[in-house]
């Protein structure tokens, strides 16, 4: 018993649309932080190369000046020493604004790329089940946790044997500039971390590319639902096959039992003597042909007979007509033209019996 609960659990289906949904208003979604990482690292790389040089001037040109230029005879008070201050940080803040707008656009472009436009209400409510230190034990110690420590000790790697290349090929160089001009040192300098920052923006684009795949992976596995799960959804949108098929169920009783009532006001039944019937009422003042008040087959048929029987309607068997009667005429509905002679025989006879 409990070997085959276990298979009934096991989360081998694929996601319904509604469970996406869901998860995805959850604020649960397909992800790659180190996608974003990468990303805007290369777009803040190529806004250095593209504005780098401006940078660089306004602060070799700031720190000469206050080097060189600034005439340090001169009395310095606090409201000299705040203006200096706010001055230089004017500049380069102003030279610093084409980085920090690409850094903010390229995060909300990445972003949008991995995840579309989602606002979700639901993943800024408090969780207090993560609070909770057995899952709290669960998570450190889950294949998640295992495959995130392993792609940070991979990242310092990385990191680390690119920097120590880089920096022993051009260690020696660093000395000597001290004897160079300032601006030729930072431009050196802003060079140098620029060539060392493309190489990890590559190293860190191949790890990003293999964390998005473990993503997307894990992302799916978490999305399979088991075949409960799925029978349980389709109960939730669905209803409740058993009380669906209860209340189609009632429906047609009621159904029937309202047309059992409207065959006590026909004139008379037409039948099929098998398995068709039809009750038919002519009132001329109300109707300008015969009307079709009941009609049914199988089980609704042999009910509608004998209801007829107990309220002594006369039942008239005419298998060509009540075969044609029956795929032509609705309930409610008056009869067609083509039926008019049939009928008018059968009523004009009954009326006789009646009188007699």
């Known amino acids: 018993m409990i070997f085959f609960m276990a298979i009934s659990e096991e989360k081998t289906e694929k996601p319904t649309p509604k469970k996406k949904r869901d998860t995805r208003e959850k604020g649960h979604v397909l992800k790659s932080n180190d996608v974003n990482i990468a990303f805007v690292l290369i777009a803040m790389l190529g806004a250095f190369k593209i504005f780098g040089p401006y940078l660089i001037e306004k602060i070799g040109t700031v720190t000469t000046y206050y080097i060189t230029g600034f005439d340090y005879r001169d009395s310095l008070t606090t409201a000299k020493a705040n203006t200096i201050f706010f001055n230089s940080a004017a500049s380069i803040f102003?030279?610093?604004l084409p980085f920090l707008a690409t850094s903010v656009l390229s995060t909300l472009l990445i972003s949008y790329l991995q995840v579309g436009f989602l606002f979700s209400k639901?993943?800024?409510?408090?969780?207090?089940?993560?609070i909770n230190p057995v899952e709290g034990f669960k998570r450190m110690f889950s294949i998640r946790a295992l495959a995130e420590l392993l792609k940070t000790i991979l990242k310092f790697c990385v990191i680390a044997a690119v920097v120590f290349a880089e920096i022993k090929k051009v260690f020696h160089t660093f000395a000597m500039l001290i004897k160079n001009d300032i601006t030729l040192s930072l431009k050196y300098i802003f060079e140098t971390i620029l060539k060392i920052s493309f190489k990890l923006a590559f190293a860190l684009l191949i790890i990003a590319a293999f964390d998005y795949l473990y993503q997307w992976w894990e992302y799916n596995r978490n999305l399979k639902m088991s075949k409960q799960e799925i029978k349980d959804e389709f109960k939730q949108v669905e209803g409740d096959p058993k009380i669906k098929a209860r209340i189609r169920q009632k429906q047609m009783q009621l159904g029937l039992a309202r047309m059992m009532?409207?065959?006590?006001?026909?004139?008379?039944?037409?039948?099929?003597?098998?398995?068709?019937?039809?009750?038919?009422?002519?009132?001329?003042?109300?109707?300008?042909?015969?009307?079709?008040?009941?009609?049914?087959?199988?089980?609704v048929a042999l009910k509608i007979k004998e209801k007829a029987m107990e309220l002594k309607i006369e039942i008239i068997e005419d298998k060509p007509l009540a075969q044609a009667m029956y795929a032509a005429v609705e309930i409610g509905q008056e009869i067609p033209q083509e039926f008019y002679v049939a009928i008018a025989k059968i009523l004009a006879e009954i009326y006789s019996v009646r009188r007699r």
């Not at 639901?122 to 993560?130: G, H, I, Q, S």
């Not at 006590?264 to 039948?271: G, H, N």
């Not at 038919?280 to 049914?296: F, L, Q, R, S, W």
Request: proline share 6%; net charge positive.
């Open 94 to 96: 102003i030279a610093m």
């Open 122 to 130: 639901k993943a800024l409510t408090p969780d207090f089940a993560r």
């Open 261 to 299: 009532s409207d065959v006590a006001k026909a004139d008379f039944v037409l039948a099929n003597p098998t398995h068709l019937a039809i009750a038919i009422k002519y009132d001329e003042k109300e109707n300008n042909a015969p009307v079709v008040v009941a009609k049914g087959k199988g089980y």
